[in-house]
């Protein structure tokens, strides 16, 4: 079962559009956070908590090299945003506490329902688009 899981899971990243895959990078991180904090409560449980904070760092990290910086003033601060979330992340480690976890669990949260609404906006404006585009095709090929 897993063998299956996993080869669908690779399909669907192979075949995912930049939206797709950054709403993953956040999947990604937010599970591993909320994984961590479940784990912070349990002492024998430190190895796997920090292994999920990793998992999640390494999502930022990917969301951090996805960035075009040559776009402006948003991908520096969404930049900026993503070294903050990296460093409470680091923090949650070092000093044990789960509320560093939760800030950035708290702004990955925010951040994944700000881009999953402008790709929905996105994919919905270029859909009426192509759909203008093949009324105005089919009244030209009828006109014409």
């Not at 930049?79 to 506490?97: D, G, P």
Request: glycine fraction near 4%; hydrophobic fraction near 40%; include cysteine.
């Amino acid at each position: 079962m897993k063998k299956g899981y996993a080869a669908y899971r690779t399909v669907n990243v192979d075949t995912a559009d930049q939206g797709k895959l950054i709403l993953i990078a956040y999947d990604v991180a937010i599970k591993n956070c909320k994984q961590s904090i479940k784990l912070f409560d349990s002492r024998g449980e430190i190895e796997k908590r920090t292994r999920h904070i990793f998992k999640a760092q390494d999502a930022i990290s990917e969301l951090m090299s996805a960035l075009n910086m040559e776009t402006g003033e948003i991908s520096r601060n969404l930049y900026k945003l993503y070294e903050y979330i990296m460093h409470n992340l680091v923090q949650a480690n070092v000093k044990s506490e789960k509320h560093f976890v939760s800030e950035a669990l708290k702004h990955l949260t925010m951040l994944r329902d700000a881009w999953n609404e402008a790709i929905f906006s996105i994919k919905k404006s270029s859909d009426d688009q192509r759909g203008n585009d093949a009324s105005t095709q089919e009244s030209f090929a009828v006109t014409g």
